[in-house]
């Protein structure tokens, strides 16, 4: 009986390097058994472990008994295909953002992994860092009251990325939207605890795209190449009433970046996520203006590493409940909980990670390895 989750790896570029496998690589309890795609040969060399291969094409990739969980950190327009077809094949997908380029596959990810009774998760750890943590529990306590207006905003003043596909809508599925906006439009609906929109305005531009400059924090770039948008604007109405403004951008002329704030006002109080949480409320008709330091915050040494770990443990449960299950033949309930903390066997983990697919009841029958 193996004690250890065996992770896969499609896909094996920049984002897989910072990202998954330098974290994934250093975990307990998770071992990096096969990879696919990209610089495979060298992430296998540097990262994987004992007896870990090289998969020549994505059918013998999933069909490894060794491999119980996947993170897929393919270009976008591969993300539904590939997360579809590991899902059918039984294993955990860990797929980078966007989870896919069109919401109808979205939906099929989803009700493919509640079909399969295997876990799916998308990579915004945006929802891990000490300073969303706090506003998530404090939102929870019902310190703001009312919720009523929310401002996503992720704005960099000069930073069009100028490599790989993000000039090309094809593969990418969208410009600054989809590749900022995903980040900071999922924590704050997150954060609200409201994902049901009743209607939107908005509009993208190129703005700054059309004139090229060294200034650029990677450099110029051929106007003719971008044929995505450089800026997104608009405001999302949910059905609950609350406003939320959304400011998304690779290039913006304003005095510096903005990147993954959130802003936040209800009834009693408000609040900023950007490095602190800065907490404003009025009491007795004065203002009250607060500054709570990250030195008082649980602290993680890396962002990308909290929500690696959360998966890595719902893996675990997972394959001890399949086991118990196996010899016992009784279902172990493993549930989620209403704000999005997941309980199984003797671990409680934060919210905030798992999309529908982790339900309760009888694991589909495979090999205990």
């Not at 000490?130 to 306590?141: G, I, K, N, S």
């Not at 060294?214 to 106007?223: I, L, Y």
């Not at 008082?296 to 040494?301: L, R």
């Amino acid at each position: 009986m193996r004690s250890e989750i065996g992770v896969g790896i499609i896909g094996c570029g920049s984002v897989a390097r910072w990202k998954y496998v330098k974290n994934l690589a250093e975990m307990s309890g998770v071992s990096l058994r096969a990879f696919y795609g990209g610089r495979a040969e060298e992430f296998q060399q540097q990262y994987g472990a004992p007896g870990s291969v090289v998969c020549r094409d994505l059918a013998e990739f999933l069909a490894r008994e060794d491999v119980d969980a996947v993170c897929i950190c393919t270009p976008n327009n591969s993300h539904a295909e590939i997360a579809l077809a590991a899902l059918r094949a039984r294993k955990h997908v860990l797929c980078e953002k966007p989870m896919a380029i069109s919401a109808e596959d979205a939906v099929r990810m989803v009700e493919t992994a509640e079909q399969m009774g295997v876990l799916l998760t998308v990579g915004h750890q945006s929802r891990f860092s000490p300073a969303a943590q706090a506003l998530y529990h404090q939102l929870r306590e019902g310190a703001f009251g009312s919720l009523y207006f929310a401002r996503a905003s992720m704005v960099r003043r000069m930073g069009i990325p100028t490599w790989g596909h993000f000039f090309d809508p094809a593969v990418q599925g969208g410009g600054c939207l989809i590749d900022l906006g995903t980040h900071a439009l999922d924590l704050a609906l997150w954060l609200l605890n409201d994902f049901s929109p009743a209607y939107c305005c908005a509009g993208i531009f190129r703005g700054p795209g059309d004139s090229p400059t060294p200034a650029n924090r990677w450099g110029t770039w051929d106007p003719a190449m971008l044929r995505t948008e450089t800026g997104a604007f608009g405001q999302v109405v949910l059905q609950s009433g609350t406003v939320l403004s959304l400011d998304i951008s690779w290039a913006l002329h304003v005095p510096e970046d903005r990147e993954e704030t959130v802003t936040l006002c209800g009834t009693a109080a408000g609040a900023a996520q950007a490095e602190s949480v800065r907490h404003s409320a009025n009491r007795r008709g004065k203002s009250f203006f607060m500054v709570r330091l990250l030195s008082d915050m649980p602290q993680y040494s890396d962002t990308y590493t909290k929500p690696l770990y959360a998966f890595g443990r719902i893996c675990q449960i997972k394959m001890d409940v399949f086991l118990r299950i196996r010899t016992e033949s009784m279902p172990v309930p493993v549930s989620a909980g209403a704000d999005g903390t997941v309980r199984g066997g003797n671990v409680d983990l934060p919210g905030g990670l798992i999309l529908p697919g982790l339900r309760g009841g009888r694991w589909p029958q495979r090999s205990a390895g």
